[in-house]
Nanobody
Framework: EQLVEYGGGSVQAGESLRLSCRASGFMTKNVCMGWFRQAPGQAPGKEREGIVSIGHNGVTRYADFTKGRFDISQDKIENILYLNILNLKPEDTGMYYC????????????????????WGRGTQVIVSS
């Protein structure tokens, strides 16, 4: 199982980005996926911040801070997960990760790092004011 993120970059505040995550190697269609981020200098041991998850039934769960600026979608034919981020702010700066786990039923709560088994290496987002 492999997850590869791309699409990050350096942008100005107010701009938008679309992050992508290509998934491969999963043996079932029962894959629950999500996006997380980690701010620069985050304290060791602190969990990555969950942004949004999407179940294999299409149900999405957004963290409260997303406030309509983040949108998850997926191309099930190409096995690509997307994260659109609108009106980027300097506090959005960080490493963004795609994650997944396989389960017949995806968890019903907002995304937590501890629930996800497979992780990509991340894609960097830098937002300048």
């Amino acid at each position: 199982e492999q997850l590869v993120e791309y699409g990050g970059g350096s942008v100005q505040a107010g701009e938008s980005l679309r992050l992508s995550c290509r998934a491969s190697g999963f043996m079932t269609k029962n894959v629950c996926m999500g996006w997380f981020r980690q701010a620069p200098g985050q304290a060791p041991g602190k969990e990555r911040e969950g942004i949004v998850s999407i179940g294999h039934n299409g149900v999405t769960r957004y963290a409260d801070f997303t406030k309509g600026r983040f949108d998850i979608s997926q191309d099930k034919i190409e096995n690509i997960l997307y994260l659109n981020i609108l009106n980027l702010k300097p506090e959005d700066t960080g490493m963004y990760y795609c994650a997944a786990y396989e389960a017949v039923v995806c968890v019903s709560w907002k995304p937590r790092e501890r629930d996800f088994e497979y992780w990509g290496r991340g894609t960097q987002v830098i937002v300048s004011s």
